[in-house]
């Protein structure tokens, strides 16, 4: 018997099965297609209630479904997003006329998601610093998500800036953490969107940041590796580089924009069709010129570069919607514009609304926006 014929395949580790890589790579392409981006509406019951307090509206369930229905039946929605991911209650839920949420999503061509983690524990010999949960049973929970209709989730972990943090023993968990619920998803048939977050709290020079976004993902991409994650069928979910909410310093878009691709160029491997950036507390109009201005660089970007955006597209929606059936037009009308402004900023083509008095302006930033 020849040498040749003795030959056999050679056995290539990958967390997503074959039968399933064509499928998670369609859908992560679709999620990141040009000009369209992620509804981030996967609050917890409790955050969305600080949210609803805001307008002075009770936290029930029935106000939750109707703030989403609101936004989901907004006419033209497809035009901007391509994706939204939920929260486990909305997941199931339906509009008045008793059809799915899930359901009118698809009609429209949006591609549903769902939030696995299960929140934040703290890191016991640490400064505070937090891993997230939800491993133990995940593989049974995507089996039911996918069977609910969802097609991609989602998975946070945060990290803080400080003198002494994020520390070495936080990085390894939260990058080992994210592997690993990527491996899961994939293997049940989900597109992980991985969200390693640097937050924006904090004192730090935009520098800093730089440095500390670089070391945190140069973590996640090489867990990823190791646990063997397909990545042509993933997406990345992380913060901007900026300076600290309480540094005193105002960077530029062009300025992030430089600073944030440099550090995904350094960190993160072109085969991750999209980066679909968090808005992290700046404000409607920071967020839309800021993914704007990256995406205008003269610079090599091998991933299309997004939005999956929460506060900076759904604060003057819920204001203007303020929990009044009457106002759902206006709801829905603000909600668009700012799905609009950011559907050209993922084109580069975003200018600015110049309007002042439209609260796009607004601070929305949240100290210790754990949710």
Not at 110 to 115: D, L
Request: a neutral charge.
């Amino acid at each position: 018997m020849s040498q040749e014929s003795k030959k056999t395949e050679f056995f290539v580790a990958c967390a997503a099965p074959k039968n399933l890589q064509g499928e998670l790579v369609k859908t992560a392409k679709a999620i990141a297609s040009p000009g369209k981006g992620i509804l981030a509406a996967d609050e917890s019951t409790g955050t969305i209630g600080k949210k609803f307090e805001g307008i002075g509206l009770e936290n029930t369930e029935e106000n939750r479904r109707a703030y989403r229905e609101m936004l989901f039946t907004s006419s033209g929605i497809e035009n901007y997003i391509s994706g939204v991911i939920l929260y486990e209650e909305t997941l199931y839920q339906k509009t008045t006329d008793g059809t799915p949420f899930v359901e009118i999503l698809k009609k429209k061509g949006i591609i549903p998601g769902i939030k696995v983690d299960l929140g934040l524990k703290e890191i016991p010999g640490t400064q505070g610093e937090f891993v997230t949960q939800g491993l133990t049973d995940l593989d049974v929970r995507c089996k039911k998500y996918v069977q609910a209709g969802a097609k991609f989730a989602k998975w946070r972990a945060v990290y803080k800036i400080g003198e002494t943090t994020p520390s070495q023993l936080a990085i390894q968990l939260q990058a080992e953490s994210l592997a690993r619920y990527a491996a899961i998803c994939q293997a049940n048939g989900l597109v992980p969107i991985v969200e390693p977050e640097v937050m924006i709290d904090g004192t730090h020079t935009i520098d800093k940041c730089a440095y500390i976004s670089e070391v945190v993902w140069a973590h996640v991409a090489k867990a990823l590796n190791d646990n063997h994650v397909f990545l042509e069928g993933s997406l990345l979910k992380p913060n901007m580089v900026v300076p600290g909410s309480d540094s005193g310093i105002k960077a530029t878009p062009h300025e992030i924009a430089s600073y944030t691709v440099r550090s995904l160029q350094r960190t993160i491997p072109a085969a991750i069709p999209g980066i679909m950036f968090l808005s992290g507390g700046q404000t409607e109009e920071e967020a839309s010129l800021n993914l704007s201005a990256m995406n205008a660089l003269k610079a090599v970007r091998p991933w299309q570069l997004s939005f999956s955006y929460g506060r900076a597209l759904q604060a003057s929606a819920m204001k203007a919607w303020k929990g009044d059936k009457a106002n759902v037009e206006a709801g829905q009308k603000a909600f668009l514009v700012r799905a609009k402004a950011n559907s050209e900023a993922q084109l580069g083509k975003y200018g600015g609304s110049g309007d002042a008095s439209s609260g796009a302006a607004e601070s929305l930033f949240e100290k210790d926006y754990y949710y």
